[in-house]
């Protein structure tokens, strides 16, 4: 008995033991893979954000605005510097003018005292305070006061006798001093600051690039008429962007510096982006943005849903810059800052650190991480690991570089090891409280069924093995009335149950993937399946068609029944759609009373053009068979053109397939001229199918938009 008790208790150590250990190995790399995924799609989140950035500097750099904006302030700065406050008065005309007898424009040489006087209590009650909580040492007023005309001025109407409060000077639009500086800023500001607040910036900074001054900024800081290339900010990280620039002054290019401390805004982190401004082919700018770091860690941190985004109740997400500082705030400085602080300081992190993450209110450029996987993915290696994280704590981490032109910053996605293996705690106790009941099953009839009690435990250990395994065809067949073949059909039971599961999972598989061809094409589908995430095609030659339904919007207004107005809707589209695959044509949308259609998007056909011909007929003879049914009189504009298209699948959720390119902009712009009840064509559409049907010329009405002249349009004659 003892021996059997032995052997069956050893069995279920065993088994015990292995499945622990399998499990605690499946756990692990189910975590892995779960912050893999997470951190793959924050990277590429995070790398769509700073190219949207790149763009946005990009396109307000050659923005008409920002260019008339430029020359101006930076006219009107110059003319501050030389003591023209005043625009030039217009009390003589020009054309009585005394030859040789210019203007006399009123100067100012000084600034009044009690200028100076206010604009030194500023730094003195307001800025100097607030930067040497931050910075080591005691800020030297001298090192930051303006000394020049232009800076004092400026600095006095819109910073120092600004009513506003720091952090709201961006609310004064007009200083009031008549001055030609503040036309130009009336003029502007309230645009630029629109732009700051819609897209979320810290600021927005116009800088003239022969003297380094910066002319214009929206929230007034003070950098604001200071010069970048020998004021008290010369060697701050937006001095090191304009010096890109200047070294590198290509039109349309964007340059970025990381993060560093900067003191105009108190020290805390400030990052920026810079292009230059060019009139022409002149030079006559350079704008600045300072990075939006809420957003960033917006991006980081899922709005602060990190249970719904599957990290559980500590993991996260956060960037690493290659000085081994963050450079995204730390989910337990938001979540549990005193535990957090507490941890910290366990591991040795200075009080005057703890104090800067508590002034800052993040751990950007303060928090340093120093681990394994930092130190990997800044070497520009990927992978997991188990390290001891920032906080000395054992985290499973997934890390990456980050691919970012001008930042070589990396990416990790971590969660503590105590809440990943929770699970395994509680198939522990399982465990434990299953042997405990067996050992007392196996004494009490060990002295009975010696012979019968070990083949029924080695049948159900294998079967077991076997599952785990993957082998859910496995059963174990006990012909006994007794507990073990109740355990067995346990057993069986809990299999049938996993293979049920299985199905279930590979049947929602099947839906899912149904669902998506509804949405991509087959090809594009069955790319996006292979774990292609980012799609984006260029496509040589389509043939499109936009139509739309002319009088429903009034015909639905009439009936005022929106279930039948939907209901002849439905029928309409549903014809058309019909049409569609009868001709192999994709139905790209069908939004109110338009329907684009395209052929030759996912395979090249040499007949494209005929289908969507022949397609744009036979939906014309389906809407008349319509009317005929329902005595209703709704038309056609039916408008036609084939070229190349670029398509991509964009957004996230929901995500679509879209298509863009002057192909569907001329399709669009063609179809809105047409006639009712008219099929008009391009002259590449008339050219590829002019010896299969009839057309007129219909004179000239598409522009091509890339060399602004109209081109031939030709109306399809029909029976």
Known sequence: MLALLGVSLGSTLVVGTISLQRGRAILRTSIFNQLTSIRTSKAHQFELFFENLRNQTHVFANDKMFIAAMREFKQSYRDLEAGIVSPVPETVPTSIQPQGVEQEVPKIQ?????????IDAYYTNEFVPRLEKNVAGNPVLNTYRPTSFASR??????????????????????????SQYSQVHRKYHQNFDEIVQKFGYYDLFLIDPETGNIVYSVYKETDYATSLFNGPYQRSNLAKVVEEVLDNPEQGTVRIVD????????AAPAAFLAAPIYDGA??????????????INRVMTSGEDWQGKG??????????GDDQRMRSVSRFLLETPDEFKEQLRSQGTSAETLQLMENFGTTILVQAVETVAAQQALKGKTGTRVVTDYRGIPVLSSYAPLNIQGLDWVILAEMDIAEAFEPLQALQKSIFILTVLLILVVTGIANFAANIFVNPIKRLS?????????????????????EFGELAQTFNAMVQNLREQQATIARQKKENEALLLNILPSTVATRRQKGEMQIADQIPQVTLLVASIEGFTKLTEQQQDVA????????????????????????????????????????????QTKRIVDFAIAINHLLHSFNAKHSTQLSLRIGIHLGPIQAAIVGKQPFMYTLWGETLNRARQLHQQVQVDQIVVTQAVYEAVQELYTFEAEGTGAQDSTTSQLTDIWLLKRD
Request: charged share 20%; aromatic share 10%; proline share 4%.
């Open 153 to 178: 001025y400026l600095q006095y109407h819109y910073i120092a006798s600004n009513p506003k409060p720091v952090g709201e000077k961006n609310q004064q639009v007009d200083a009031g001093d008549g």
């Open 110 to 118: 000084t600034v009044p005292e009690t200028w100076v006087q206010e």
């Open 259 to 266: 993060f560093d401390a900067y003191r105009p805004s108190y």
């Open 462 to 482: 294998a079967g077991a093995n076997k599952v785990s395994e993957g082998h859910l065809d496995t059963e174990v067949n006990l012909n006994s009335a007794d």
């Open 282 to 295: 002149n030079l006559v700018g350079i704008l600045a943005i300072q990075l939006p770091v809420e957003q």
């Open 311 to 320: 990290l559980g109740k500590t993991g996260e997400t956060y960037l690493v």
């Open 564 to 607: 039948l107005a939907a209901t002849w809707l439905n029928e309409l589209v549903t014809s058309f759609d019909e049409a569609a695959k009868q001709y192999d044509v994709k139905k790209l949308t069908a939004l109110g009373e338009q329907y684009i259609a395209v052929c030759g998007l996912t395979k090249q056909r040499l007949d």
